[in-house]
């Protein structure tokens, strides 16, 4: 009998051989229907920062739902979305935001580009409707989202339907400037007169195979952005709440981008939220007098209450335990811990960004991705590596015991296989 789910990002050939049915979840594990206990490494797509089953968001999120299940945001509001909104506000560099609210990141991404074209659209600049992001980002997989980013890899049947103006080239350090900023600074100059806004993945480059850049870079492109009155979006739906050490991956660079996009770990991946937080002086222009800029978009499940239950929870959590400082001193230990896996003769680089260790394999090793990978898997770890590249990102509440664990694991599997 033919699968019923259509499952997302899987081969047929993976659905033939059957993968596990997965039953509960606790800490860093998973548990199948056969009582095998898996660890997820990857934090079930970058999402379970806290791991799985924290008593305090179940909490949040069993009690929301004994009093309101849902209720829209449309013409409506509830106390826990209010006081999400401001939660996120105080969280910005300056507080003076607005969010509008999504079930998942893609959708928060959306809000965002549309808002960047009305923006201009409002201001009385309606040619300014171009949206450019970097080559190879990868903002979700609605078609503006695919327009914005665009992984060959996986978007090419999509590429006539999207609509595809420049792309910022990923930054080259060079001897002039160790950012690699002055190819991007050309890109934003020459189109500037018909960019909205400009959309990146601060830091890292995650579905285009966890490739980082530097803080400088990003300063530097806010600080273009401003000067040729271009929009800058901050695609914090992989990074933010932690990730990289600094709540937000822009922090690492000083800066107060226009629109923060989150999803994902705002929930602590326990609930589809999401939320593109937007400054002030852009939410003003969408005012219905005296001309009707009113932001007609909206999704049916914006705001819902138990989602911003276990967001409320879930900032809670990192502000009380601490997550951030946490998971930037695991980050230390762990690119200690896995410095030897660069000796090894199959292993191209390795590069780091805070709690996200990642080994890119040469070409030459690209047959032994999979087998890597299914090894791995017997032993109890759920990678998903992108291409030629294996990451570590797990949830940021692992022990040092765990992870030195999954480090090991990983470095025997990838001499066992390779070598
Ligand atoms: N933006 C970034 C940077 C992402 O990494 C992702 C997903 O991985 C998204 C947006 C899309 O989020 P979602 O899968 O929740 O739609």
């Not at 107060?256 to 989150?262: A, G, Q, R, S």
């Not at 939220?273 to 009113?294: M, N």
């Not at 932001?295 to 989602?307: D, K, L, S, V």
Request: charged share 20%.
């Amino acid at each position: 009998m033919k699968n019923k789910i259509f499952h997302p990002y899987t081969t047929f050939t993976a659905i033939e051989k059957g993968f596990p049915n997965m039953v509960r979840g606790e800490g860093i594990y998973l548990f199948d229907d056969q009582g095998n206990r898996y660890v997820d490494i990857v934090s079930s797509w970058w999402a379970c920062a806290l791991g799985h089953g924290h008593p305090k968001v179940v909490k949040a999120i069993r009690e929301q739902a004994e009093i309101l299940q849902h209720s829209i945001t449309g013409s409506l509001t509830h106390p826990k979305v209010l006081e999400l909104a401001e939660r996120l506000a105080d969280l910005m560099p300056t507080p003076d935001r607005h969010s509008v609210f999504a079930s998942d990141g893609c959708s928060a991404v959306e809000a965002a580009l549309k808002i960047a074209i009305q923006y201009w659209y409002n201001t009385g600049r309606p040619e300014k409707c171009w949206i450019i992001g970097m080559d190879q980002g990868y903002h979700g997989d609605s078609l503006g989202a695919l327009g914005a980013g665009f992984v060959d890899h996986f978007h090419k049947p999509f590429e006539r339907a999207v609509t595809h103006h420049a792309k910022l080239p990923f930054p080259v350090p060079t001897a002039d400037d160790p950012d690699g900023f002055p190819p991007s600074k050309a890109v934003i100059e020459q189109h500037a007169d018909r960019l909205a806004a400009v959309i990146v993945e601060p830091l890292c480059l995650g579905s285009a195979g966890m490739k980082i850049y530097s803080a400088g870079y990003l300063k530097k492109l806010a600080d273009c952005c401003a000067e040729n009155n271009v929009l800058l979006i901050v695609d914090e739906v992989a990074m933010g709440f932690g990730r990289t050490g600094k709540r937000f991956a822009f922090n690492h660079a000083d800066i107060d981008p226009d629109m923060v996009t989150v999803g994902k770990a705002l929930t602590a991946g326990y609930m589809p939220l999401s939320a593109c937080i937007v400054k002030d002086g852009i939410y003003d222009t969408f005012s219905d007098a005296p001309e009707d800029h009113t932001f007609y978009h909206g999704n049916t499940f914006a705001g819902h209450p138990i989602g911003c239950a276990a967001a409320l929870a879930a900032l809670e959590i990192y502000e009380a335990e601490d997550t951030v400082a946490r998971a930037a001193g695991m980050a230390e230990k762990m690119k200690q811990w896995m410095q030897p896996l660069a000796e090894l003769d199959c292993v191209k680089e390795l590069r780091f960004l805070g709690m996200i260790g990642v080994v890119e394999l040469k070409d030459s090793a690209q047959a032994q991705v999979a087998a890597i990978k299914q090894a791995l898997f017997e032993q109890g770890y759920l990678l998903r590596p992108l291409g030629t590249v294996f990451y570590l990102m797990p949830p940021l509440v692992i022990s040092d015991d765990e992870l030195k664990a999954a480090v090991c694991a990983l470095q025997q599997t990838i001499e066992d296989v390779c070598c």
